[in-house]
């Protein structure tokens, strides 16, 4: 777990504990249908028990934990069906977002794409020449490269909308999606030159492509 010494300046108990509990969710350290108990996660992230039940309250209303009623809580489960809605909500989202970003795009927001995706195949080339210690970075920046491609969409509602949702389906990606190998580095790559060229048709159709192939990768791993 999230080593309970980790805070930051001026932050409340409440809003630590929510940092590393979300964060352990998002991980998979509090793995798919694990119970919540109170002590446990008291002795684990130094917070009191009412300070834990706002913070799991906090995280039902995201769909990251289940109250179950006298029982308790869980880290919610996986599921295809799920995963099938997230895709189709990124989809949604993430292929709104970017057109209006190729629109209002200017010069530094290309620099910031092309230096999220210089990060990104860094860590692609590394996974592809066999070095497993790269995953966690590739997530990171494949993260990152796609909210680059947002980013100038102009829309703090829209960023946070597809934020909250990014997470969710990020939490399968760490536990299921994985890399895809050079398939999905050809597809970041033709998602920048999309973005540089403002195509935002072209880059629609590759996102299809890359969230879909990584949904029926998820599916057939037996992960789910």
Known sequence: MTAPSETAPSETAGERAYRLIRADILRGVLEPGRKLKLDALRDAYDAGVGTLRETLSRL????????????????????????????????????????????????????RVVAAHHKLSLMEERLLAGDGAALDGWRRFDAQFHQSLIAACGSRTLMAMHAAMFDRYQRYQN??????????????????????????????????????????????????
């Open 60 to 111: 039902v209303a995201e769909r990251l934990v289940i109250a179950e009623g006298q029982r308790g809580f869980e880290v919610a489960p996986f599921s295809p069906t799920e995963l099938r809605e997230l895709a189709g909500l990124r989809l949604l989202l993430e292929g709104h977002a970017m057109e209006q970003s190729f629109r209002a795009g200017d010069v530094e927001w290309e620099a």
């Open 175 to 224: 536990r299921a999606l994985g890399f895809r190998g050079a398939i999905a580095a050809g597809e970041h790559a033709a998602l920048r030159d999309a973005a540089l060229r403002r195509d935002s048709g072209a880059a629609r159709r590759i996102l299809d492509a890359h969230i879909l192939g990584g949904v029926n990768h998820a599916l057939a791993s037996g992960f789910l």
